[in-house]
């Protein structure tokens, strides 16, 4: 089982519609949970972080934490055509150093 | 802001050839990493530094070493390149230290496409 799964997508929207991007992770100790935005030929950018249970909103984007189904999601309200990227679930584990885990990603398309 | 910058760009080496990648960070962070990234793989964490001089193992560290005399610099050092290790390689900073949740939030640098031949 990998630590954090993510569906590899595509996930198409239209423009304007809201979309959902799920994570699971395994390591039930797990802290901190981070969501990063790549565009293709760029490196990640940190778009959200949340660390306990319940929603957190930001502008057009909200992430939710469920620790005990283990699972993070980010929503996307409003989709863009700029929001067209891969979208990397992290996760922080409960090991004693402070190492994070990323997903694979998932394939955000939203077509105009 | 934070910036995390990263030597090169581009790079082709030859096979056998010994590689440096640099790593420089502006923002006092304690933690420092390298990641490469492939295609159906993610990220996978090579090796992260927690302090000066201090390092530990990632999740596929063989074939290369990292340094950190200073703070602020973090190299990846690959010992003889070896075409499996054609790859983007992207270094990462964060805060570090105890006792707030935004420790691990990591920053990236533009990362660098390194082809082996």
């Known amino acids: 089982q990998k630590e954090v799964e993510q569906n590899s997508g595509p996930l198409s929207v239209p423009e304007g519609a809201i979309a959902s991007l799920n994570c699971t992770y395994s390591?039930?100790?797990?802290?901190?949970f981070f969501w990063y935005r790549q565009y293709s030929g760029k490196s990640p950018e940190l778009i959200m972080s949340?660390?306990?249970?319940g929603d957190k909103e930001d502008g057009r984007f909200t992430a939710q934490l469920n620790k005990a189904s283990q699972y993070v999601s980010l929503l996307i309200r409003d989709s863009q055509p700029s929001d067209s990227a891969t979208y990397l679930c992290?996760?922080?584990?409960?090991?004693?150093?402070?190492?994070?885990?990323f997903g694979t990603g998932t394939k955000l398309q939203v077509i105009p | 802001d934070v910036k995390v910058t990263q030597s090169s760009r581009y790079l082709v080496k030859r096979t056998g050839e010994k590689v440096f990648l640099e790593c420089v960070q502006d923002?006092?962070?304690?933690?420092m990493f390298w990641y490469r990234q492939d295609p159906g793989l993610g990220l996978r964490l090579i090796y992260f530094?927690?302090?000066?001089?201090?390092?530990e193992k990632g999740d596929i560290p063989e074939g290369y070493s990292v340094s950190r005399e200073k703070k602020e610099r973090f190299s990846l050092i690959l010992e003889s390149a070896s075409t499996n290790q054609t790859s983007m390689y992207l270094c990462?900073?964060?805060?570090?230290?105890?006792?707030?949740?935004?420790?691990?939030?990591?920053?990236f640098g533009q990362g660098t496409r390194l082809t082996v031949v």
């Open positions: 530094s927690y302090d000066v001089k201090m390092k």
């Open positions: 990462a900073s964060s805060l570090g230290g105890e006792g707030t949740q935004r420790d691990t939030e990591a920053f």
């Open positions: 992290a996760v922080k584990g409960s090991g004693g150093y402070q190492k994070v885990t």
């Open positions: 949340i660390y306990s249970n």
């Open positions: 923002m006092d962070h304690e933690n």
């Open positions: 390591d039930r100790g797990s802290q901190s």
